[in-house]
């Protein structure tokens, strides 16, 4: 099985510094009913819920449209359309070098549905060191490095233990989508 898919640059800086102008223009709508399934992984990350059904229609059209191309021609789970109804967005500053530890996310314990991929849009409007993505095989880190491009869309089944290192300098931007379906058969 492949264990991921990226779309290097989907959108250009000028384009990402409109989402993120867009999501901080919108955080005032962010909801914090959606905080009880904010993971319980040792994170040093500030992290927003933002309704993704706010962000430009232009920019969630394409991000959508990409990633059922991937479930559709990699993955081919069974996931809703429609979805998600709100995203993470993650600010990982240097000051506390931010990190995200080793997890999954599939924790969607008493829920009808299963989370099935993970979709990540690096949003970083200035540069930054460190904090590279990385996903665990065989008790192994691998370094996904085409992620640490602002604007590159990277999709992976959920179920795949990944990790955030430590930012050492700047900030890192990325908003995480989490795609569901019905429970894994």
Request: hydrophobic share 40%.
């Amino acid at each position: 099985m492949l264990h991921h898919w990226y779309w290097v640059k989907l959108f250009n800086m000028d384009q990402v510094k409109l989402i993120v102008k867009d999501i901080e223009s919108k955080l005032s709508l962010a909801s914090h009913e959606h905080d009880h399934i904010l993971p319980t992984y040792k994170n040093t990350t500030s992290t927003r819920i933002f309704p993704y059904n706010k962000l430009d229609i232009n920019y969630r059209e394409l991000i959508d449209e990409k990633i059922e191309f991937i479930n559709s021609e990699i993955f081919g789970f069974e996931i809703y359309t429609k979805q998600p109804s709100y995203a993470f967005v993650n600010w990982y500053n240097f000051k506390n070098k931010a990190d995200y530890d080793l997890h999954l996310d599939m924790h969607n314990l008493g829920s009808l549905t299963d989370i099935k991929l993970t979709a990540i849009l690096n949003l970083s409007t200035d540069s930054y060191e460190g904090g590279e993505f990385a996903m665990q095989f065989n008790n192994t880190p691998t370094i996904i490095n085409e992620i640490n491009e602002s604007g590159t869309l990277l999709v992976f089944p959920s179920f795949f233990l990944h990790k955030v290192f430590p930012v050492t300098k700047g900030t890192r931007i990325s908003m995480s989508l989490w795609m569901k379906g019905p429970h894994w058969k």
